[in-house]
């Protein structure tokens, strides 16, 4: 598990340099660029002005909409309790520590338990195209 956290920390981490290089670039893709330093074997930077980084605290019972991404999502949560859904499957809980990754063009929810609140790390790539309300039934785990 040490091993999936960290993982997550360092894409969070790349991801957030990405998201403040956005601002400085033009609506352009760079191409990729050789790092040298602190590496062995080729590696390289590749553009990520696609990619943001977004920290939201929900209260108890607080939910997004159903929605989709362009790219992978990253869950991570930092403290309290969640739940999530990818539309037609089961409805699952999220506990800190418990990274969930999200892929492109699946549609899904995620918010906080009904009873307890929590604090979340979102890495996106892309963007989110929002769909709909999640029903109380739905949101329960009744759908």
Do not use: C
């Not at 590496?39 to 159903?66: C, E, H, I, K, M």
């Amino acid at each position: 598990m040490r091993v999936v956290w960290r993982r997550v920390v360092l894409a969070i981490g790349l991801g957030s340099i990405g998201w403040v290089a956005t601002a400085q670039q033009t609506a352009e893709k760079r191409p990729p660029r050789p790092v040298t330093a602190n590496f062995t074997g080729a590696v390289a930077s590749l553009d990520a002005s696609d990619v943001s980084a977004v920290r939201f605290q929900y209260a108890a019972g607080a939910r997004s909409y159903w929605h989709t991404h362009g790219g992978n999502q990253i869950l991570v949560l930092e403290q309290g309790r969640g739940r999530m859904q990818i539309r037609g499957q089961a409805m699952r809980e999220l506990l800190p520590g418990q990274p969930v990754l999200l892929p492109g063009g699946v549609p899904h929810w995620h918010g906080a338990a009904p009873d307890q609140g929590l604090v979340q790390i979102a890495v996106n790539v892309g963007g989110a195209t929002f769909t709909g309300p999640v029903s109380d039934e739905e949101y329960r785990g009744g759908k």
